[in-house]
């Protein structure tokens, strides 16, 4: 604590230069700015609490300092071991106004590298408001990336009403066991805890596709305990952050961590969703000879149309140069199929958990040794002494080993988080315990606040063509089914 603000960063005085950082990408995140102008006087997240878990990046700095100015009172967490930017966890902690010696801003428990236990340390803090009156309290609205705040309070709650944590069974996921046992300790300190953060949540707003996954999967058992936004299914943020974003960011990761050349050589999709059309159309941009494998019919035709091969990752494994994963689904490269890559050939993930590459299976195979080439980067060297390069060991390597999506792609994805955030926190009970997306006016808002800087010129209808389409002239232009 230094301030009165509570954190834990690599380094505070690395501030200056996240705060450098930040004003840059203000101005690149138009839409997030104009959000800021448009509700600063209305204040509409005055009495929010508002418990964030997402990369901590620069331009979730600015999105924090965005929920600040509305009124908000927050904490933040990353949502993943590596995406951390240590500059802006320690500029946000300072704060705009405040020093490295008199921090002036926002909690944030979240720095680069974090081991798996802290990790659900960091996150276990998320949640440790305080009053007005000095009082401890919890959060009453909540940001996830993944789920993984949600996941904490579903099963911390789940387990309050049963009077008791599960013991870790032996084949548990590791992972699993630490969230076991952070549960447990909460339990015996407060056997409420989790119940009464369940019970004042009014919702969740969710980034990511994984993350919208659980929240559906939630509402189908009829467990959810509070309402959650979509925000990922918003149009402005799926079709652009997922496919534009990542078409960026891959590309940053594999440079940074690799600076292999691209041109040329046997590039493999696995995922051919948002996010895997970005990541295909980024290597094939660089002249890679790109092929993807898809489970589903309507993607590998849409892989086909562009010209892309669809086939079996079994079939081009021996001969790929660079595989990346990017389907949200577990288990896509297993370990024998690891094995069996060609000599410094590069593996990625860029879906949101790392579950998709057998990490775990790779550092069982026999005669393996792996050496740091440099944080993030790691070489594996199997008995016969091949190598393969894995990047991030399995997680999100654009995050891992780059900064993540550039600025004006998140200005769509967080101005949608911000009126998700603006819209649950001010109609309580407007929403049941059901997953919402936002409605499509706001879709068209958030692009509409992006065209000016980039000098698009929009057509306006004419009143005859509106009708004649079956359109109002200020909007919503498409049907809810319309996919884009
Ligand atoms: P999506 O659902 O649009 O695409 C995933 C695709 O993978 C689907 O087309 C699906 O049919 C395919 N797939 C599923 N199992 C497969 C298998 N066994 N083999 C081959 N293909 C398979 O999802 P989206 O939005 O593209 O997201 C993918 C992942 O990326 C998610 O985990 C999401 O959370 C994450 N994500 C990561 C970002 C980043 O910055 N790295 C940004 C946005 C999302």
Not at 8 to 29: F, K, Y
Not at 275 to 299: M, N, S, W, Y
Not at 437 to 456: C, F, I, M, N, S
Request: charged share 20%; hydrophobic share 40%; aromatic share 6%.
């Amino acid at each position: 604590t230094r301030g009165g603000i509570d954190f834990a960063v690599a380094d505070l005085s690395l501030a200056p230069a996240g705060r450098t950082q930040i004003r840059l990408a203000e101005h690149e995140m138009p839409g997030l700015m104009a959000t800021r102008r448009e509700y600063a006087a209305a204040q509409p997240l005055r009495g929010a609490r508002i418990a964030g878990s997402l990369h901590m990046t620069v331009q979730t700095a600015v999105l924090i300092e965005t929920l600040v100015a509305l009124g908000a009172q927050v904490r933040w967490v990353s949502c993943n071991i590596f995406s951390t930017q240590d500059e802006a966890s320690a500029a946000v902690v300072v704060g705009p106004t405040g020093t490295v010696d008199a921090p002036a801003g926002t909690p944030v428990y979240a720095w680069k590298g974090e081991t798996l236990d802290e990790y659900w340390w960091c996150t276990d803090q998320l949640f440790q408001f305080t009053g007005p009156d000095g009082q401890p309290t919890g959060p009453n609205m909540i940001v996830d990336d993944g789920g993984d705040a949600t996941l904490l309070i579903h099963k911390g709650a789940e387990f309050e009403t049963h009077g008791a944590v599960p013991q870790p069974a032996a084949g548990d996921d590791p992972e699993y066991q630490i969230i076991l046992q952070t549960l447990a300790a909460s339990l015996a300190r407060d056997p409420q805890r989790f119940t009464r953060i369940a019970a004042a949540v009014r919702g969740v707003t969710e980034e990511t596709t994984n993350g919208v996954k659980r929240l559906y999967k939630l509402a189908d058992d009829g467990s959810l305990l509070f309402p959650a936004i979509n925000v990922n299914d918003s149009v402005t943020k799926s079709k652009f952050d997922n496919t534009y974003g990542i078409r960026h960011s891959l590309l940053d990761g594999l440079n940074r961590a690799t600076d292999v050349m691209l041109a040329g050589k046997l590039a493999v999709v696995c995922g051919y969703g948002d996010v895997g059309k970005g990541a295909a159309e980024a290597l094939r941009g660089q002249g890679a000879r790109v092929a993807v494998t898809e489970i589903d019919p309507i993607c590998a035709l849409q892989a086909a149309m562009h010209g892309l091969p669809v086939v079996h990752l079994d079939d081009v494994i021996d001969t790929a140069d660079i595989v990346i994963t990017a389907t949200g689904n577990k288990g896509i490269i297993t370990a024998a199929q690891l094995n069996r890559l060609k000599h410094n050939a590069i593996v990625g993930n860029v879906g949101h958990f790392d579950n998709e590459i057998d990490m775990a299976g790779l550092a069982k195979l026999p005669g393996i040794t792996k050496t740091e080439i440099k944080p993030q980067v790691h070489e594996w060297t199997r008995a016969d002494g091949r190598s393969i390069i894995v990047l991030s060991e399995g997680r999100l390597l654009n995050l891992g080993n780059a900064t993540g999506h550039p600025s004006f792609v998140m200005s769509n994805s967080f101005t949608n988080q911000t009126i998700a955030q603006i819209e649950l926190f001010t109609k309580p009970d407007a929403y049941e315990r059901q997953v919402y997306r936002l409605p499509k006016h706001l879709d068209e808002k958030v692009a509409a606040l992006h065209l000016d800087a980039l000098g698009v010129r929009l057509t306006e209808l004419s009143k005859e063509q509106a009708e004649y389409i079956g359109v109002d002239v200020a909007g919503p232009y498409k049907p809810d089914h319309y996919r884009y």
